[in-house]
């Protein structure tokens, strides 16, 4: 009873004492914020940068690769503080927003990656088909390759999605209350590390477990016309 008791007790202190709780579900709202909006900005600049990676053109595809070599080359949280600190140091925007254009940015370099082996995947004849009905290049890329290699690449863009989600963590670094950093603060105000430390594992857990179901069902509507 007095192990128990001592969990009741640190539990109390940690959540519901001065409704501490409630920083924790702030901070739920600006992780699901940044990390949708980083998801958004991603997957536009990932489309972008995938075609500029898949183009003729030597400029396009110069491009393409110097954004991928260096945003794949150097740490998600030096990027953040870059853009925070620095880009965007004189402008007046919400903290949440420029944390999410980070994140996008940083995202949109794997997306690329994943979109391009997507549309690799697919077999050169539906583009030769495509251009013999009279479409053209780009008809042919947005309306027969892109809709077959969403198959392909939707579960790589889950898992990017996921991580996402995790990675951040790390916007505390700029003063955002997300989870973790609502985790810190519990801790430090109540010289416990466990407890808000389990807690905020669990509520990351449950986050990631649901958006896994939700993506799980979407991807089996997608194949739902495949035959096996």
């Known amino acids: 009873m007095g192990f128990w008791a001592d969990v009741s007790d640190t539990f109390y202190r940690c959540f ?23 998801v958004f900005l991603g997957m536009i600049i990932g489309f972008l940068i995938a075609l500029c ?13 110097v954004y991928t070599d260096v945003i794949r080359g150097t740490p998600s949280v030096t990027q953040l ?5 620095v880009v965007f140091a004189t402008i007046n925007w919400s903290k949440w927003i420029i944390a999410a254009i980070a994140f996008g940015i ?8 994943i ?4 549309i690799l995947s697919i077999d050169r004849g539906q583009t030769e088909a495509g251009r013999s009905l009279g479409l053209t ?20 863009m889950g898992n990017e999605f996921i991580t996402l989600i995790k990675e951040t963590a790390i916007v505390g670094y700029v003063g955002l209350m997300d ?6 603060f519990i801790k430090s105000a ?6 808000p430390l389990v807690g905020t594992a669990v509520i990351y857990f449950l986050l990631i477990k649901l958006l896994t179901i939700l993506l799980g069902r979407y991807e089996k509507h997608l194949r739902r016309s495949e035959v096996r």
């Open 16 to 38: 519901l004492n001065e409704d501490r709780y409630k920083l924790l579900l702030s901070g739920i709202g600006v992780t699901i914020k940044v990390s949708l909006l980083a």
């Open 53 to 65: 990676n898949l183009s003729k053109k030597r400029s396009l595809n110069t491009i393409g690769k």
């Open 81 to 85: 503080m870059i853009i925070y600190f």
């Open 106 to 113: 940083n995202s949109g370099a794997y997306v690329s990656e």
């Open 115 to 118: 979109i391009r082996a997507g």
């Open 137 to 156: 290049a780009k008809q042919t890329m947005l309306y027969i390759i892109v809709p077959q290699a969403v198959k392909n690449i939707f579960p790589a």
């Open 179 to 184: 989870i973790q950093k609502a985790g810190d």
């Open 190 to 195: 109540t010289y416990e590390a466990f407890m």
